[in-house]
């Protein structure tokens, strides 16, 4: 078996401060015969001296395009738009195979340079459950940002900052109301980090999860004033919110965070809405009268990027050693050449 090589990219995204491998991770790789190039990356929470130390090779940013064939090019968020051929073997959140707005150009670009990718988000072990995930942190910002909204306190441009930091700004002030909030998903990574920062809040919200959205009381889902939607389906579901709910004259609910960010999914279980939000405007106003409004950004976790790099290092460093050797990297391939196949990309 050939050594493996793996390039740690810089990602593109002006707002992504997260590093799928950590210093203190990259040096147990590399100490256990992992090659490991890593891109200069000023936005990355970690500075790039840190990886050197840890005995990695380090690289200018985007040079991945003229890494060695064998390379396994590791990131998070999307790729840019060049080249038009991918060769290497990607590991990355890709979001290609729910038929989101792109899928299909991404996955027409691996097809044609003959490379593969391995989505994170389905790096699962055998019962289906994913072995690498921002999923708490992602839950943790989306409630924390909903809460500042909800309660006036939420300042944008947003900025990455710290857990402490965070929570000085979620703990109520004497006289505050106590928030009527309901998490969906609650038992979920995702729905557990919603929780916890609505705890720090001083909430103690309601919890729904799979048998309380199987038969959903859109009344109760409407009554209360915060909602934070964690759930991620991969078939159809019935919307928790829907344009009607929006027009609802005795709606009680007024701030929605969508963890999940599904949109231009057709399996989007919130489908009020086609375009994420950003740290730059971090909320949109979805309706007026009664007034209703949505926090959906894509990368949560990159506003506590060091407390989320960590927790993520940890859990998928240790299987990057056995890359591509079966179990969970054979399913992550399978998915990917599934996929090629069903939209005619690939032969087979």
């Excluded at 100490?31 to 990886?51: A, D, K, N």
């Excluded at 990455?160 to 979920?188: C, F, M, N, W």
């Excluded at 705890?199 to 919890?207: F, K, L, M, N, Y």
């Excluded at 989320?308 to 391939?333: I, K, N, T």
Aim: proline share 7%; net charge negative.
């Amino acid at each position: 078996m050939s050594e493996l090589h793996l390039w740690l990219r810089h990602e593109t995204r002006t707002t992504e401060r997260r590093t799928p491998v950590v210093p203190a991770d990259a040096g147990r790789l590399v100490g256990s015969g992992v090659t490991l190039t890593v891109e200069e990356s000023p936005q990355r929470i970690f500075p790039v001296e840190e990886y050197e130390a840890a005995g990695c090779r380090i690289v200018p940013a985007g040079s991945w395009t003229g890494a060695p064939p064998r390379a396994v090019v590791v990131g998070l968020k999307e790729l840019p738009d060049e080249p038009a051929e991918l060769r290497h073997r990607h590991v990355f959140f890709g979001h290609a195979y729910k038929e989101q707005p792109g899928a299909r150009a991404l996955l027409t670009r691996f097809a044609a340079g003959g490379g593969a990718l391995f989505d994170l988000e389905y790096l699962v072990d055998e019962h289906g459950r994913r072995l690498a995930a921002f999923g708490h942190w992602a839950g943790y910002v989306g409630a924390a940002l909903a809460v500042l909204h909800h309660r006036g306190r939420l300042t944008a441009p947003l900025r990455p900052t710290s857990k402490e930091e965070l929570d000085e700004a979620l703990r109520p002030v004497p006289g505050e109301d106590r928030l009527d909030a309901l998490v969906i998903g609650a038992l979920g990574r995702s729905g557990v980090g919603a929780r916890a920062a609505l705890a720090e809040a001083g909430a103690a919200p309601t919890c729904w999860d799979v048998a309380e959205t199987r038969d959903l009381d859109r009344a109760a889902l409407l009554a209360h004033e915060l909602m934070v939607n964690t759930v991620l389906t991969t078939g159809p579901v019935t919307p928790f919110l829907t344009d009607k709910d929006l027009d609802e004259p005795g709606r009680r609910l007024r701030t929605v965070c969508d963890v999940t960010c599904d949109v231009g999914s057709p399996y989007n279980v919130l489908p009020v809405y086609d375009t994420v939000t950003d740290w730059t405007d971090p909320v949109r106003r979805l309706h007026e009268r009664p007034v209703l409004d949505l926090v959906a950004i894509d990368n949560l976790p990159s506003l506590l990027p060091r407390e989320a790099s960590r927790d993520f290092s940890a859990a998928l460093a240790p299987r990057l050693p056995a890359f591509a050797s079966g179990g969970e990297w054979e399913r992550c391939r399978d998915r990917f050449d599934e996929t090629c196949r069903a939209l005619g990309l690939t032969e087979g």
